[in-house]
């Protein structure tokens, strides 16, 4: 059997998406692109899947677009290829209703590490890195890294890593709050499956407007982000999962939410 190169997998309420091309480190053809985007909009209309991972098959992460594919006759424009590949990737990652953890099992480089970015979460293996690498092969930040990294880490540290080009460790991740948690490298699968598990036991409805919340967060003054969590608030509160919620209190014992 000829395995996908990208890969799903749902165990209960989690599904993951492996980057499944290991010997090129997971770099990125027109095909699985493609997959990637089909996949991700099949997840957005999976009232069963509550959660998502994010992660690599093999050593690396994802070591951005496939340069050999970039070189054969007939290759894209890359304003097109962005905007008919990697831009509908990037925005259906973002606009998922379930919370999405990237596991970053190894190196994440160019578009690799904006589809990290991309994500709710970021935790990663003590092996992994954070390579901009686009300004070596002369080309901008794409894939949304513009836009993700100062709000992840702040104008200076986004300007000194898609700038300078060094890579970023793990431990370095960890430390300017590009990542979460960082691991052992094989802890990272149970550690991921661990907080996805965790996420998926929310109530579904108030973890996507939780998520859409922070997602507009430096984009709104106060006014309009108080007047946005209201909204969603009020929403939540008539929410059947939030008498479950309630009554789970006061019974002492843990919720069982259904997305109602
Ligand atoms: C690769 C790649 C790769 C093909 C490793 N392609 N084979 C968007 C719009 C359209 C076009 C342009 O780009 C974009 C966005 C982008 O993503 S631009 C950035 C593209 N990515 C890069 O520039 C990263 C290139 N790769 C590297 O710098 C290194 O491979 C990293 C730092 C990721 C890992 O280094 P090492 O751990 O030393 O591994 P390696 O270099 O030995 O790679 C292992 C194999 O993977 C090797 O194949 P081989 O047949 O020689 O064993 C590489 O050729 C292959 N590979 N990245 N992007």
Known sequence: MIEPDVRLDVEGWVATVALNRPAALNALTIPMKERLLEVLRHLAGDRGVRAVVLTGAG??????????????????????????????????????????????????????????????????????????????IGLVPDSGATWTLPRLVGAARAAEIALLNDPVSAAEALRIGLVSRVVAPDALAVEAAAIAARLAEGAPAAMTMSKRLLGAAFDRDLETALEAEAEAQQAAGSSRDHAEGLAAFTEKRPPAFTGE
């Open 59 to 136: 050593r690396a992460f994802c070591a951005g677009q496939d340069l050999r594919e970039r070189l054969e006759p007939g290759a894209p424009p890359l304003g097109q290829e962005l905007r008919l590949r990697y831009n509908p990737i990037v925005e259906a990652l973002r606009a998922l209703p379930q919370p999405v953890l990237a596991a970053v099992n190894g190196v994440a480089a160019g578009a690799g590490a904006s589809l990290a970015f991309a994500c709710d979460l970021r935790i990663a293996s003590e092996t992994a890195s954070f390579v901009l690498a686009f300004g070596r």
